[in-house]
C-alpha cells in the first residue's frame, strides 16, 4: 500500500506560479511511476505529467508542455510539479497517483493509488 498526500494549492493570478507537491508513504520501495492529474467542475479526470522511478523519462499533456516541470526525489518520496504561466484553464483539483512498473501512462485506470487532491484557482 502507498499512501499519498499532495500540497501547495492555493489562489494565483493568470500568469503566476505555483508549486504542488506529494508526499508519499508505505510500500514506496519498489519503482514506482508517479504522476499528476486534474479534474475540473464537470469535466473528466485528465492527465497532466508522469515521470519515472529514476527521472530518467518524463510526460507531459500538450496542454502544459512547456509551461509544467515534473519531478521527483526518491529519497523524500516526493513528488514535484512546478507551474509556470498558469491560465483560468488549468483551474482544477489536482490529484497525485503512483503506479507500478515504468511505463508511463496517462490513463486514470493504470494508477493503484491516489491522493486526496490539493485545489488550484488560477484567476483572470
Known amino acids: 500500500q502507498v499512501q499519498l498526500v499532495e500540497s501547495g494549492g492555493g489562489l494565483v493570478q493568470a500568469g503566476g506560479s505555483l508549486g504542488l507537491s506529494c508526499a508519499a508513504s508505505?510500500?514506496?520501495?519498489?519503482?514506482?511511476?508517479m504522476s499528476w492529474f486534474r479534474q475540473a467542475p464537470g469535466k473528466e479526470r485528465e492527465f497532466v505529467a508522469a515521470?519515472?522511478?529514476?527521472?530518467?523519462?518524463?510526460a507531459y499533456a500538450e496542454s502544459v508542455k512547456g509551461r509544467f516541470t515534473i519531478s521527483r526525489d526518491n529519497n523524500k518520496n516526493a513528488v514535484f510539479l512546478q507551474m509556470h504561466s498558469l491560465k483560468p484553464e488549468d483551474t482544477a483539483v489536482y490529484y497525485c497517483?503512483?503506479?507500478?512498473?515504468?511505463?508511463?501512462?496517462?490513463?486514470?485506470?493504470?494508477?493503484?493509488?491516489w491522493g486526496q487532491g490539493t485545489q488550484v484557482t488560477v484567476s483572470s
Open positions: 497517483a503512483a503506479k507500478p512498473g515504468a511505463l508511463l501512462l496517462s490513463v486514470a485506470t493504470a494508477y493503484d493509488y
Open positions: 515521470i519515472n522511478w529514476s527521472s530518467s523519462r518524463t
Open positions: 508505505g510500500s514506496t520501495s519498489g519503482g514506482y511511476v
